[in-house]
């Protein structure tokens, strides 16, 4: 089993749509989490931190599951400028500078 | 502000040769990691450091080296370039607090080994 698992897709979402999308984990002991975003042959930017009482920047709002070990992030009236690769981060030490990355989904906003 | 900064940002190798893959950033990061990111998998942890003179392994270490002499310049050396280590390598920074702000990111070096 993969230690972050998500759903590869792809998406296509017409504009002004909402999308989820969820991540799963497997250490249980994991301290951070994240979701980068990343264009093509771009590098991952960071979109938001998750903490574990959810939280929202703008039109994007990310929840975290510690019983359950997932990670979902929703994406309102999306934007043709959204469509890229959403990647599900997670940090297992305090430091959280072992990072492990999902594969990412890919989204894909069509007009 | 540069941010992380990348060098170069293509390159070809042949099977046996090496080469060091530069990263340097100007936030004064205390934190910097080395990934590579392959088709069809996650970045994966190569090297990081924690400050300078300080670097540990991460989940692919083999066939690199790392050392930190100074905060800003966190180079990677390839020993003996082989087709395995074709891949997209990026550096990435992050400053001691803030645990919660994450890495930023290089654009990346991609390299390609004959």
């Known amino acids: 089993r993969k230690e972050v698992e998500q759903d590869p897709g792809p998406f296509n979402v017409p504009e002004g749509a909402t999308v989820a999308f969820n991540c799963t984990y497997s250490n249980s002991a994991s301290q951070s989490f994240f979701w980068y975003r990343q264009d093509c042959r771009k590098e991952p930017k960071l979109l938001m931190s998750v903490y574990s009482s959810g939280n929202e920047d703008g039109r994007f709002t990310a929840q975290l599951n510690r019983a359950s070990q997932y990670i979902s992030l929703l994406i309102r009236d999306s934007k043709l400028s959204d469509s890229a690769t959403y990647l599900c981060?997670?940090?297992?030490?305090?430091?959280?500078?072992?990072?492990?990355f999902g594969t990412g989904t890919r989204l894909t906003i069509i007009p | 502000n540069a941010g992380v900064t990348q060098t170069p940002k293509f390159q070809v190798l042949k099977t046996g040769q090496s080469m060091t893959l530069q990263c340097a950033q100007d936030?004064?990061?205390?934190?910097m990691s080395w990934y590579r990111q392959d088709p069809g998998m996650g970045l994966r942890l190569i090297h990081y450091?924690?400050?300078?003179?300080?670097?540990d392994q991460g989940e692919v270490p083999n066939g690199y080296n790392v050392s930190r002499s100074t905060t800003e310049d966190f180079p990677l050396r390839l020993l003996s370039a082989a087709p395995s280590q074709t891949s997209v390598y990026f550096c990435a920074s992050r400053g001691r607090t803030g645990r919660s702000h994450g890495y930023t990111f290089g654009s990346g070096t991609r390299l390609t080994v004959v």
């Open positions: 450091s924690v400050g300078a003179g300080i670097t």
């Open positions: 936030m004064n990061h205390e934190y």
């Open positions: 981060v997670v940090g297992s030490n305090f430091g959280n500078e072992k990072l492990t």
